[in-house]
């Protein structure tokens, strides 16, 4: 049987089957990638889907925000291209703010040109009262507290990428909105509905309250990012909160692999550069592998990048323990907690290898193992009677029946 190569960044591992059996998933689509980035967000924004032109909404005097997912694919460069055409239609960079959610660091800023220096940045502050104003009660009856950006804005545009998430199904459009950018006893309360079974899942209620909340907003103009392969975009569509549904169909036909049976192996890889990886990738690779993996099979996963761990494991590090860690988190961020929830649910009864680009203490605090080259990962495939190669693992959602 000819050798079967894995390739993750600079790194191409060459590895021998022999005995092992590779299963492969089906999967509807080969994500695309777009060449011309540019052109593909104008035409979001000139040509939504069922909508007009985003311009026609817009005056000079609006105060309008714009919510950011930082960990797009090429944020920075989609960023620039929104900025440009906003403020060719006379909108005032004054009056622009670009908003993200709780805890990141808007690496991106360093990356938008100085003709933007105008322009307003804010990371939410669930603690701020002051930044947190009351908008409306659902339908349900809670009360919604949300950023005071989103709240007093004449015009707002969300900006995100579609993925799958264990607390509202679908991650992005409506859900970038709540409950991120609300309230610290709402994140703490809704944080600890977070379950593994709930991603893909569309008809989830968490998600359906976020569509309410955003239609009490104004209903926004959606800009959502359909990630491909590595640090590619494979989609951008534009519209109003009815195009959420468009978004997640394109993500269902990209990242959603069936497999007809599961396996002793799964060789994951995260293939992306830009902004690196994560351990919000880490965790939902082996949230997705633990779906097909037989009982006491092993997951590898191999990114193409340094392996940037942040709050979780640092809450980890100082000796906080599973559970106090978790329990901090659910109070803090959302997005934190789901991924700190996601690897310890996702590898209970596995064995879970960590290729190069972190190092041994890390991967010791995981309770996880290293692995350092092919012919480790050789050794492990020898052990195993059926295997599969999950190419950009953290972003699919795999399932077998």
């Not at 291209?81 to 800023?109: A, C, F, H, K, M």
């Not at 006893?185 to 944080?191: A, M, Q, R, V, Y």
């Not at 989830?204 to 976020?210: F, G, K, N």
């Not at 990886?277 to 340094?306: H, Y």
């Amino acid at each position: 049987m000819p050798a079967t190569e894995i390739r993750f960044g600079s790194e191409v591992w060459s590895i021998d089957p022999g005995r092992s059996k590779e299963i492969r998933g089906d999967q509807r689509q080969i994500p695309n990638a777009i060449t011309d980035l540019k052109s593909a967000v104008y035409d979001a924004l000139e040509k939504p889907i069922h909508y007009a032109p985003l311009r026609q909404a817009l005056t000079p005097e609006d105060r309008l925000t714009l919510v950011v997912d930082d960990h797009s694919s090429k944020i920075g460069e989609v960023i620039s291209v929104l900025l440009d055409y906003l403020i060719e239609e006379q909108i005032n960079p004054e009056r622009i703010t670009l908003l993200s959610p709780p805890g990141e660091n808007q690496y991106w800023i360093d990356e938008l040109p100085e003709r933007f220096q105008d322009v307003h940045t804010e990371v939410h502050d669930p603690d701020n009262r002051i930044r947190c104003c009351y908008l409306a009660s659902t339908h349900q009856g809670r009360r919604v507290y949300l950023n005071r950006s989103l709240v007093d804005a004449d015009q707002m545009i969300i900006l995100s990428r579609r993925s799958y998430s264990s607390l509202t199904g679908y991650s992005g459009a409506e859900t970038a909105i709540f409950p991120q950018f609300g309230d610290r006893e709402t994140i703490k309360l809704l944080n600890r509905t977070i379950s593994m079974e709930n991603a893909g899942e569309n008809t989830i209620p968490l998600r359906l309250e976020a569509l309410e909340i955003c239609w009490l907003l104004g209903s926004p103009f959606l800009i959502q990012l359909i990630e491909g392969y590595g640090d590619t975009i494979s989609g951008i569509l534009g519209g109003s909160l009815d195009t959420s549904s468009a978004g997640m169909h394109q993500l269902d036909l990209n990242w959603k692999i069936h497999y007809q049976q599961p396996v002793d192996l799964v060789i994951a890889t995260i293939t992306g550069t830009q902004p690196g990886c994560n351990f919000a990738d880490l965790a939902r690779a082996v949230a997705n592998s633990n779906k097909i993996l037989n009982p006491g099979g092993s997951l590898v996963i191999l990114p193409a990048t340094e392996v940037r761990l942040g709050e979780p494991f640092r809450q980890l590090a100082v000796g906080q323990g599973l559970e106090n860690a978790l329990n901090r988190l659910r109070s803090e961020n959302t997005g934190q907690s789901i991924s700190l929830h996601e690897w310890y649910q996702g590898k209970t009864n596995r064995e879970v290898y960590i290729g190069p680009g972190i190092n041994e203490k890390m991967v010791n605090i995981l309770q996880a193992k290293s692995i350092v080259d092919e012919q480790e990962l050789q050794k492990l495939l020898h052990t195993a009677n059926s295997f599969t190669i999950l190419k950009d693992g953290h972003k699919s959602h795999v399932s077998y029946n």
